[in-house]
Protein backbone atom coordinates (compact mmCIF):
# COMPACT_ATOMS: atom_id res chain seq x y z
CA UNK A 1 0.00 0.00 0.00
CA UNK A 2 3.11 2.33 0.82
CA UNK A 3 4.02 1.90 -3.04
CA UNK A 4 0.72 3.08 -4.45
CA UNK A 5 -0.17 6.70 -4.77
CA UNK A 6 -4.04 5.46 -3.76
CA UNK A 7 -2.79 3.13 -1.34
CA UNK A 8 -0.90 5.86 0.64
CA UNK A 9 -3.61 8.24 0.25
CA UNK A 10 -5.44 5.68 2.03
CA UNK A 11 -3.42 4.64 4.77
CA UNK A 12 -3.06 8.18 5.36
CA UNK A 13 -6.77 9.40 5.37
CA UNK A 14 -8.12 6.46 6.90
CA UNK A 15 -11.01 6.12 5.58
CA UNK A 16 -13.78 3.30 6.84
CA UNK A 17 -16.33 1.71 5.03
CA UNK A 18 -19.31 2.59 7.49
CA UNK A 19 -22.77 3.98 7.20
CA UNK A 20 -21.82 7.88 8.07
CA UNK A 21 -19.09 7.64 5.42
CA UNK A 22 -20.10 5.37 2.33
CA UNK A 23 -24.01 6.29 2.56
CA UNK A 24 -23.53 8.55 -0.37
CA UNK A 25 -23.27 5.53 -2.41
CA UNK A 26 -27.23 5.05 -2.17
CA UNK A 27 -26.77 8.74 -4.12
CA UNK A 28 -24.96 7.67 -7.13
CA UNK A 29 -26.58 7.10 -10.87
CA UNK A 30 -27.39 4.07 -12.08
CA UNK A 31 -24.62 2.24 -13.60
CA UNK A 32 -22.20 3.58 -11.07
CA UNK A 33 -20.09 1.56 -9.00
CA UNK A 34 -21.63 3.21 -5.69
CA UNK A 35 -24.87 2.16 -7.21
CA UNK A 36 -23.94 -1.00 -7.56
CA UNK A 37 -22.69 -1.38 -3.94
CA UNK A 38 -25.69 0.21 -2.52
CA UNK A 39 -27.65 -2.19 -4.42
CA UNK A 40 -25.98 -4.88 -3.66
CA UNK A 41 -25.68 -4.32 0.22
CA UNK A 42 -30.12 -3.42 -0.03
CA UNK A 43 -31.09 -6.69 -1.78
CA UNK A 44 -29.41 -8.29 0.96
CA UNK A 45 -30.39 -6.49 3.99
CA UNK A 46 -26.55 -5.84 4.93
CA UNK A 47 -25.12 -2.98 6.89
CA UNK A 48 -21.29 -1.79 6.48
CA UNK A 49 -21.83 -1.24 10.15
CA UNK A 50 -22.05 -4.87 10.61
CA UNK A 51 -18.07 -5.75 10.66
CA UNK A 52 -16.48 -6.71 13.65
CA UNK A 53 -13.42 -4.86 15.39
CA UNK A 54 -10.47 -6.34 14.42
CA UNK A 55 -7.90 -7.38 17.60
CA UNK A 56 -4.35 -8.16 18.66
CA UNK A 57 -2.20 -6.03 16.48
CA UNK A 58 0.93 -4.93 17.08
CA UNK A 59 0.49 -1.57 15.92
CA UNK A 60 -2.64 1.11 14.85
CA UNK A 61 -1.49 1.17 11.21
CA UNK A 62 -1.51 -2.38 10.79
CA UNK A 63 -4.69 -2.67 12.94
CA UNK A 64 -6.33 0.02 10.55
CA UNK A 65 -4.99 -2.03 7.44
CA UNK A 66 -7.05 -5.48 8.59
CA UNK A 67 -10.14 -3.39 9.69
CA UNK A 68 -9.81 -2.24 5.55
CA UNK A 69 -9.34 -5.60 4.48
CA UNK A 70 -12.65 -6.81 6.06
CA UNK A 71 -14.88 -4.09 5.11
CA UNK A 72 -13.84 -3.88 1.37
CA UNK A 73 -14.70 -7.37 1.13
CA UNK A 74 -18.33 -6.59 -0.20
CA UNK A 75 -16.79 -3.75 -3.03
CA UNK A 76 -14.64 -7.22 -3.92
CA UNK A 77 -17.81 -9.40 -3.96
CA UNK A 78 -19.64 -6.62 -6.65
CA UNK A 79 -16.21 -5.49 -8.38
CA UNK A 80 -15.71 -9.54 -9.41
CA UNK A 81 -20.04 -10.48 -9.54
CA UNK A 82 -19.75 -13.08 -7.06
CA UNK A 83 -22.41 -13.92 -5.02
CA UNK A 84 -22.62 -14.69 -1.11
CA UNK A 85 -23.71 -18.43 -0.94
CA UNK A 86 -21.19 -20.51 -0.02
CA UNK A 87 -19.64 -21.33 -3.53
CA UNK A 88 -19.08 -17.49 -4.31
CA UNK A 89 -17.40 -16.61 -1.04
CA UNK A 90 -15.13 -19.64 -0.76
CA UNK A 91 -14.59 -18.15 -4.60
CA UNK A 92 -13.70 -14.89 -3.15
CA UNK A 93 -11.36 -16.04 -0.63
CA UNK A 94 -9.23 -17.63 -3.12
CA UNK A 95 -9.27 -14.29 -4.77
CA UNK A 96 -8.18 -12.74 -1.22
CA UNK A 97 -5.58 -15.81 -0.45
CA UNK A 98 -3.59 -14.36 -3.54
CA UNK A 99 -3.38 -10.56 -2.81
CA UNK A 100 -2.74 -10.50 0.85
CA UNK A 101 -1.40 -14.43 1.65
CA UNK A 102 -3.21 -14.23 4.97
CA UNK A 103 -3.69 -18.10 5.80
CA UNK A 104 -6.92 -17.78 7.19
CA UNK A 105 -8.03 -16.84 3.64
CA UNK A 106 -7.08 -20.47 2.60
CA UNK A 107 -8.03 -22.01 5.76
CA UNK A 108 -11.93 -20.51 5.08
CA UNK A 109 -11.29 -22.26 0.97
CA UNK A 110 -10.64 -25.73 2.56
CA UNK A 111 -13.43 -24.94 5.02
CA UNK A 112 -15.87 -23.95 2.85
CA UNK A 113 -14.81 -26.69 0.11
CA UNK A 114 -15.63 -29.31 2.68
CA UNK A 115 -19.11 -28.22 2.87
CA UNK A 116 -19.66 -28.13 -0.70
CA UNK A 117 -22.18 -31.59 -2.15
CA UNK A 118 -20.44 -33.51 -4.68
CA UNK A 119 -22.23 -31.54 -7.16
CA UNK A 120 -21.02 -27.89 -5.77
CA UNK A 121 -17.53 -29.10 -5.47
CA UNK A 122 -16.88 -30.04 -8.93
CA UNK A 123 -18.47 -26.83 -9.95
CA UNK A 124 -15.94 -25.06 -8.02
CA UNK A 125 -12.94 -27.09 -8.84
CA UNK A 126 -13.48 -27.38 -12.54
CA UNK A 127 -14.72 -23.94 -12.54
CA UNK A 128 -14.49 -21.32 -9.93
CA UNK A 129 -11.45 -22.10 -8.25
CA UNK A 130 -9.17 -21.90 -11.39
CA UNK A 131 -10.66 -18.56 -12.36
CA UNK A 132 -10.46 -17.36 -8.98
CA UNK A 133 -6.88 -17.97 -8.90
CA UNK A 134 -5.86 -16.45 -11.88
CA UNK A 135 -8.45 -13.12 -11.20
CA UNK A 136 -6.10 -13.28 -8.11
CA UNK A 137 -2.97 -13.05 -9.77
CA UNK A 138 -3.74 -11.08 -12.08
CA UNK A 139 -5.35 -8.06 -11.34
CA UNK A 140 -3.45 -4.95 -9.72
CA UNK A 141 -3.44 -4.48 -6.00
CA UNK A 142 -6.90 -4.33 -4.43
CA UNK A 143 -5.95 -2.98 -1.15
CA UNK A 144 -4.72 0.25 -2.69
CA UNK A 145 -7.38 1.47 -4.28
CA UNK A 146 -9.45 4.66 -3.18
CA UNK A 147 -12.79 2.60 -3.45
CA UNK A 148 -14.91 5.46 -2.08
CA UNK A 149 -13.71 8.26 -4.83
CA UNK A 150 -14.53 5.83 -7.13
CA UNK A 151 -18.43 5.40 -6.57
CA UNK A 152 -18.95 7.77 -9.20
CA UNK A 153 -17.77 6.13 -11.72
CA UNK A 154 -19.29 3.74 -14.65
CA UNK A 155 -18.54 0.14 -13.47
CA UNK A 156 -18.65 -1.52 -17.02
CA UNK A 157 -16.80 0.96 -18.77
CA UNK A 158 -14.18 2.56 -15.71
CA UNK A 159 -13.33 -0.43 -13.12
CA UNK A 160 -11.46 -2.48 -15.52
CA UNK A 161 -9.04 0.11 -15.95
CA UNK A 162 -8.91 0.94 -12.27
CA UNK A 163 -8.19 -2.65 -11.58
CA UNK A 164 -5.52 -2.82 -13.76
CA UNK A 165 -1.93 -2.51 -13.10
CA UNK A 166 0.33 -2.31 -16.23
CA UNK A 167 -2.13 -4.51 -18.70
CA UNK A 168 -2.12 -7.57 -15.97
CA UNK A 169 -5.76 -7.65 -15.13
CA UNK A 170 -7.57 -9.69 -17.41
CA UNK A 171 -10.90 -7.45 -18.40
CA UNK A 172 -13.06 -10.29 -19.22
CA UNK A 173 -12.36 -11.17 -15.46
CA UNK A 174 -14.70 -8.73 -14.22
CA UNK A 175 -17.77 -9.65 -16.91
CA UNK A 176 -17.12 -13.73 -15.91
CA UNK A 177 -20.80 -14.21 -14.23
CA UNK A 178 -21.61 -17.54 -12.18
CA UNK A 179 -24.74 -18.30 -12.74
CA UNK A 180 -26.51 -20.03 -9.96
CA UNK A 181 -27.85 -23.04 -12.46
CA UNK A 182 -24.39 -22.68 -13.80
CA UNK A 183 -21.96 -20.84 -15.44
CA UNK A 184 -22.82 -17.90 -17.21
CA UNK A 185 -19.68 -16.10 -19.13
CA UNK A 186 -20.17 -12.62 -19.89
CA UNK A 187 -19.50 -10.55 -23.61
CA UNK A 188 -15.73 -11.41 -22.77
CA UNK A 189 -15.40 -14.21 -20.30
CA UNK A 190 -15.57 -17.41 -22.25
CA UNK A 191 -11.67 -17.51 -22.23
CA UNK A 192 -10.75 -17.18 -19.08
CA UNK A 193 -12.19 -20.87 -17.61
CA UNK A 194 -10.07 -22.21 -20.39
CA UNK A 195 -6.57 -19.70 -19.72
CA UNK A 196 -6.97 -20.67 -15.93
CA UNK A 197 -6.47 -24.06 -16.34
CA UNK A 198 -2.31 -23.38 -16.31
CA UNK A 199 -0.55 -26.09 -14.92
CA UNK A 200 0.31 -23.93 -11.52
CA UNK A 201 -3.46 -23.68 -10.99
CA UNK A 202 -4.50 -27.23 -11.47
CA UNK A 203 -1.49 -28.03 -8.85
CA UNK A 204 -3.07 -25.95 -6.41
CA UNK A 205 -6.84 -27.28 -7.06
CA UNK A 206 -4.78 -30.72 -6.30
CA UNK A 207 -3.71 -29.38 -3.21
CA UNK A 208 -7.10 -27.58 -1.60
CA UNK A 209 -8.46 -31.29 -2.80
CA UNK A 210 -6.40 -32.99 -0.48
CA UNK A 211 -6.42 -30.48 2.04
CA UNK A 212 -10.69 -30.76 2.08
CA UNK A 213 -9.64 -34.91 2.34
CA UNK A 214 -8.14 -34.41 5.40
CA UNK A 215 -10.42 -31.74 6.76
CA UNK A 216 -13.02 -34.47 6.22
CA UNK A 217 -11.89 -36.82 7.90
CA UNK A 218 -11.09 -34.52 10.90
CA UNK A 219 -6.99 -35.18 10.49
CA UNK A 220 -7.29 -39.12 11.87
CA UNK A 221 -7.52 -41.16 9.27
CA UNK A 222 -10.39 -44.02 7.88
CA UNK A 223 -13.58 -42.77 7.48
CA UNK A 224 -16.31 -43.69 4.56
CA UNK A 225 -15.64 -42.67 0.96
CA UNK A 226 -15.38 -39.09 1.07
CA UNK A 227 -13.03 -39.23 4.16
CA UNK A 228 -10.36 -41.19 1.74
CA UNK A 229 -7.09 -39.33 0.32
CA UNK A 230 -4.37 -40.81 -1.60
CA UNK A 231 -1.78 -42.38 1.23
CA UNK A 232 1.07 -39.99 -0.76
CA UNK A 233 -0.71 -36.64 -0.18
CA UNK A 234 -0.10 -34.42 2.40
CA UNK A 235 -2.80 -33.95 4.93
CA UNK A 236 -3.84 -30.37 6.25
CA UNK A 237 -1.59 -28.83 9.06
CA UNK A 238 -3.44 -28.08 12.16
CA UNK A 239 -3.75 -24.12 12.32
CA UNK A 240 -1.44 -23.08 14.61
CA UNK A 241 0.94 -25.20 12.35
CA UNK A 242 -0.18 -23.33 9.50
CA UNK A 243 -0.17 -20.05 11.35
CA UNK A 244 3.40 -20.45 12.43
CA UNK A 245 4.21 -21.23 8.72
CA UNK A 246 2.70 -18.41 7.15
CA UNK A 247 4.37 -15.48 9.86
CA UNK A 248 7.77 -16.88 8.61
CA UNK A 249 6.92 -16.85 5.06
CA UNK A 250 7.32 -14.60 1.89
CA UNK A 251 5.13 -15.81 -0.61
CA UNK A 252 6.58 -13.38 -3.29
CA UNK A 253 7.25 -14.56 -6.61
CA UNK A 254 5.98 -17.84 -5.95
CA UNK A 255 3.10 -19.12 -8.48
CA UNK A 256 -0.16 -20.75 -7.61
CA UNK A 257 0.88 -23.87 -7.01
CA UNK A 258 4.14 -23.17 -5.05
CA UNK A 259 2.26 -20.97 -2.34
CA UNK A 260 -0.26 -23.43 -1.37
CA UNK A 261 2.33 -26.42 -1.39
CA UNK A 262 4.09 -24.31 0.90
CA UNK A 263 1.21 -23.93 3.22
CA UNK A 264 0.17 -27.15 3.16
CA UNK A 265 3.63 -28.50 3.87
Known amino acids: MRNSPEGRDVLLERPRVISTQVSHAWDMPQNTFGAAYAQFMGSRNFS ?35 PTDLIGETALKVIEFEQIFLPMCMLSVVGGSARFNEKQRTLFFQHYFPWASKAGLKCTDLMSVYYEKHFHEDLEESWPAVL ?18 GLVPGRAGSAVVGRAASNDVVAATE ?34 AALGAA ?19
Open 207 to 240: LVRTAVGAAEVGGGGGGGPRGRIDPGRRRLPSAP
Open 164 to 181: AAAGRLEAEARWWRPGAA
Open 48 to 82: PDDRPPVRFMDTDELAYVATRAREVHDFWHVLFGL
Open 247 to 265: AAWDGGGLSTGARLSAMCK
